[in-house]
């Protein structure tokens, strides 16, 4: 599964990530004392393996409570080691909530960042009358029945390079509104309806404010059409509430086809029930 042979000091690797962000303030490093974030957790841990300092970069920084299946990251190692002793080193000094998949060499010029051509984003919500107990923290929970093929219907008009002002949070930093969004889909299994959403890039809670909105078609709340308006009106204050952190994940990452990383299984897998 993992190579033996040693990878070089000074070699860029890259690495699939996998966590539940219940217990931590997002994904990045905070300055303030006792604000525990996943990349601080990654980056103690693989300093463990290097036996000196380590700085990590992700491909999506998550807010507070979301999960990720499959946050890339990448890191110039600073000694030799095996791919092996990053994954299973690196997993022995993390919590059990993060979990390293696999480690590979890549290029000076990879960037999980900037290298990434489109992120893949999943919103799951239990749709039940009753919130479960052991989904607490992995989904988000909507009482009134969700009308997933008026959901379905809405989302395809978020398709394309657009101005998504009106799901962009107001402390969005970033220095346009426009995204191209590629795929959107809504499907139902069982009492789980999952939003998938692929683009080029987010803004910040623009999937979580895409769901808001289409919870709000889906229980009557608000027409089909309201997301055209929406949209065309590039106005955040129109919209509704942002949903819930529990039910996102980053689900994956695609980069250009020269680049050999594993793929990424299709999930995750929760309680037997493929998201």
Same mark, same amino acid.
């Not at 599964?1 to 219940?22: H, K, N």
């Not at 970069?57 to 946050?71: L, N, P």
């Not at 002002?165 to 509104?177: D, E, M, T």
């Given at each position: ?55 990590? /970069?992700? !491909?999506?920084? +998550?807010?507070? #409570?979301?999960?990720? =299946? %499959? ?8 000694? &030799? ?70 959901? /379905?219907? !809405?989302?395809? +008009?978020?398709? #394309?390079?657009?101005? =998504? %002002? ?8 970033? &220095? ?100």
């Amino acid at each position: 599964m993992f190579s033996p042979d040693l990878i070089g000091a000074e070699t860029r690797v890259a690495c699939r990530v996998e966590y539940d962000g219940s217990a931590y303030n997002g994904w990045q490093l905070q300055p303030h004392e006792g604000v525990v974030t996943v990349q601080e957790k990654l980056e103690l841990a693989l300093s463990q393996i290097a036996a000196q300092p380590v700085r990590v /970069h992700c !491909a999506g920084r +998550t807010d507070t #409570g979301v999960h990720a =299946f %499959s946050q890339i990251i990448h890191f110039d190692a600073p000694v &030799a080691r095996s791919c092996k002793a990053w994954v299973v080193g690196g997993n022995a000094n993390l919590p059990r909530d993060i979990r390293i998949h696999w480690s590979v060499p890549v290029t000076d010029d990879f960037h999980a960042r900037f290298s990434a051509e489109s992120r893949c984003y999943r919103y799951v919500i239990a749709n039940t009358p009753i919130r479960s107990a052991l989904l607490l923290n992995q989904v988000t929970w909507h009482r009134r029945q969700l009308d997933q093929l008026a959901m /379905h219907t !809405a989302a395809q +008009t978020l398709l #394309g390079e657009r101005d =998504f %002002s009106a799901f962009r949070a107001a402390s969005c930093q970033s &220095a346009s509104p426009m995204r191209n969004v590629e795929h959107i889909d809504v499907q139902r299994r069982g009492d789980l309806l999952i939003i998938e959403i692929v683009a080029n890039a987010f803004l910040h809670h623009m999937v979580r404010n895409i769901a808001g909105a289409l919870l709000a078609v889906g229980d009557g709340r608000k027409s089909v059409d309201w997301i055209v308006r929406l949209m065309a009106g590039r106005d955040r204050s129109l919209g509704v509430e942002t949903a819930p952190a529990s039910g996102l994940y980053l689900a994956d990452v695609q980069y250009p086809n020269h680049r050999t990383l594993p793929r990424t299984p299709y999930g995750p897998m929760l309680l037997g029930t493929m998201l």
